[in-house]
């Protein structure tokens, strides 16, 4: 029987992710497999440790990835932080704060939510307003929301944040490596992000990372972290210190082409790589908007690399992105939620930010429409 | 600078796993990544369900790989079947039956443990009597003991667990395409596996099956599953059904490397698979019986693929294995807790599991002894 792996055609990933994958990263991750304690594939650890926290912006020596996708790092995050009864804030406007806002409520965290309308960005004087009410033990909020295509204002958000005094996570799954993520200077107490986003490297990994002062909190816990598998301090053996000690069998081949992928966005410089993302998404809005397309979010909270484009009447959504996957194999993605039918979620990530990507989608789109 | 990965050398792999991978498994790693809501994908996901059933001897509905690696796929089973409280027997004899207590212990259940010499095969008339004292909502036994490399008298047991009427819980990360797994002929109600052992695939996933009967008490939980990346309820959404929800984004290539992984085990045939484990583990019996090596394991209990292999008065364990690595390029493992230093495991898995592995392992230890 053929395989059917073999008959994959190659597609251009213009969704909310995976994006393209580079060929320095397929070439790294078909490399031949070591044991996940071997020498050399520690090295390889190492260097991963030290390339995510050039990306990442830190200097936390606690940074690695999980072995698990974006969603497996929002929960490591969130398990290792809460204890049950933890006074825990989340803002939400989209559908990933949500899920942070689920995962804490079934970590028996007492949570509150502040919600915004989806498409907007998170209101720092509604924050402020909330703060001034409550202690928290931690705050959570999405940077990138993938839902939406928002940008929210995680930097202004991290001053409100420390001054309550509460621990401050970041969700950048999507916004690491298209845009400044400044874990250190933003005071971004636990972050994690994903791999198939903006690092264009196939999902499976999350990249996570934890400040100092994060790391005691989750040192001192008065029960075991109830998540086995996502247990920083086991883990923390394993990616750490002089002896490694097993824990989990690392997936070998997805960190080598995280390496490569890593290796990829340092090589071109974190400045280059933002000013792509922001340059084509500018081109994007100037092509899409020949062809008559608005986009959902306002001018300065909108994400370089997420565009949420504005489905015209008479424009059929799942047909015509049926027609562009079949015809002129591009994914574009549609919407999440209340936004479902009426948005397109169009990805410029990593490898897809180049303006011949934008020029595919924007010709396909002029062919079919 | 030169990319690490690209330093990586083919390295024969005969550890407790990862095992080598067949080319067609790295080339599958390669392709092209695909959406995780492509159709196309998506009936890749559906192949995939098809061969682990195949694989796995059972009809089950829900089988499935999950996004991690085998310690993932154990959590997965204990965290969607229990609920604080429920009373749990594990049964131990060495460090996976160890873990599963752990973990078991964490999510708060009352856990009793049987506990057997390591080295020894788990005894059918204690676990009668245990069972004889007390009704378990839960048993779990781990088939295949990669700490110890004995094989657990899985069949029989299962007999004793259902005349109890508890779910029957069974790792087969090390077991599963190396030997015979009857999932539903031994009633086994929810077993887990690894892709790194004798599928020869990479590390990164963990195949998963669930009996209709488990399944049914996973739907009627009183409480939500504490971890929301393993919640099979959720995961169910994106894997089976018409239209496929949204939960996490599958690590795609990591699947198509499962996906060919699977093919290469069924296109040779089970039946053959499992008889060139046997012959090529009884050929290294025989290969280090020349060299004056004797197994830890009595005979009946041991593992084809998994061989505890007693080390001789005056050889250095460590200086050994770290001569095999670095002048022959061949892994083998250590020993694990009270074993350490006075066994080697060595690994007949999958692809490794050929008479000139053994040849290349025999020859390089008669050089270096």
Redesign the interface.
Known sequence: ?K?????????L?M?P??S??PP?V???????????L?P?FI??MD?IKSQLREVMNTTNQITLPM??????GM?TVL?NLIEPGDSVLVLINGVFGG?MK??AT??RADVDALEFEWGTPVKTADVKAQLAKKKYKLVAVVHAETSTGVANPVEEIGKLVHENGALYIVDAVTSLGGMPVMVDDWGIDALYS?T?KCLSC???LSPVTVSERAADVIRNRES??????LDLNLLMNYWEGATRA?????????N??L??AL?VVLDEGLANVWKRHAEVHQYLIERLGELGFTMLVEEGARLPMLNAVVIPDGVEDKAVRGRL?NEHRI?IGGG?GALAGKIWRVGIMGHTARKESVDRLADALKQII
């Not at 395989?3 to 597609?11: G, I, K, M």
């Not at 072995?67 to 497996?72: I, K, L």
């Not at 075991?224 to 598998?229: A, I, Q, S, T």
């Open positions: 029987m395989s059917l792996v073999d008959q994959v055609q190659e597609t990933l969704g992710g995976p393209s994958v320095e397929y070439s790294a991750l078909s490399q031949y497999s070591l044991g996940h071997d050399f090295q390889i260097a072995s698990g996708t974006g969603s497996a929960e398990v899920r689920e995962i079934r970590l994903g198939q196939p999902p499976g075991k972290v109830p998540n086995w598998y097993y824990h989990h069998t690392a997936p070998i081949n997805m080598y082409a390496y490569a290796k996957l994914e999440l």
